[in-house]
Structures are given as C-alpha cells and as structure tokens.
C-alpha cells in the first residue's frame, strides 16, 4: 500500500485521532462520489446487515474512484449518514474490519451523522466520498 499523498492536519497539543483525519490539506485532481449505499452494481441490496451494507458501500466507492484512476489512499474526506447511531456503534468491530480490508490503514477526515431516514428504504448507511488524485 502506498502512503497518502497529502497532508494530515493534527494540532500537537489534541489528543490522537483514532480511525479518521481531524483535516487533510490536498492538491490536485478533485473526485466526488454521490451519496454510495450498500447495494451491489444491480441497484439490489444482498442484506440488511448495517457493517455490511456499509462494506460494500466501500467497495463501491473504490470503485468510482478507480473510473477516474484514483484509489483509497487518495481519499481525503468520508462523510457517513446512518439511519440508527446505535446500530453504527455496536458494529464498531466489523466495520473496523471491514474498513481495513477495502481502504486499509488511510484515514481521511471523516464525519458521521444520523438520519431520519435514506432515499432507499433498506439502506441503513450511505457515504460520500472525497478524494484527490495528485497533480
């Protein structure tokens, strides 16, 4: 795996971030991803289990980034919507795994938020991405 190719923002004096960037200073390319959920390339959802719609979630945005010759090292910003914080938090460990088995050991800067509810309605997370590829 390569290293990141940007910049992680981390004051010296805050206590260390585990699993994600408090900021990420990047140049280059900007990539996008609309907003991924847990369903497969047929737009069908293979389960209801919240860590694995969110690993394939991940799987799917690797592969909008590989469209634009970008790979999870050159993510810079994840942003989580979750239809159950709860459900988010007791998965903590598969998601973990999960997470590392598709990004690996990059952290980008990452938020995570609560909804009533997602366009789709088996969907319990959905994550859009950031990525920058290096000029």
């Given at each position: 795996m390569t290293l990141s190719p940007h910049?992680?923002?981390?004051?010296?004096?805050?206590?260390a971030a585990r699993g994600y960037a408090n900021g990420v200073a990047a140049r280059g390319r900007m990539i996008f991803t609309g907003?991924?959920?847990?369903?497969?390339?047929?737009?069908?959802?293979?389960?209801?289990?919240?860590?694995?719609?969110?690993?394939q979630a991940l799987r799917s945005i690797v592969e909008v980034l590989a469209e634009a010759g970008a790979g999870?090292?050159?993510?810079?910003?994840?942003?989580?919507?979750?239809?159950?914080?709860?459900?988010?938090?007791?998965?903590?460990?598969?998601?973990?795994?999960?997470?590392?088995?598709?990004?690996?050991?990059?952290?980008?800067?990452?938020?995570?938020?609560?909804?009533?509810a997602l366009v789709e309605d088996r969907a319990k997370v959905e994550i859009e991405a950031t990525a920058v590829l290096p000029a």
């Open positions: 910049q992680i923002l981390h004051p010296s004096h805050w206590k907003g991924i959920i847990g369903w497969n390339a047929q737009q069908e959802f293979e389960t209801d289990d919240f860590a694995a719609q969110a690993a999870p090292e050159h993510l810079v910003r994840l942003t989580w919507y979750v239809t159950d914080k709860a459900e988010y938090l007791s998965s903590l460990r598969e998601l973990g795994q999960a997470y590392r088995q598709t990004i690996g050991a990059h952290y980008p800067a990452m938020a995570l938020v609560q909804v009533v």
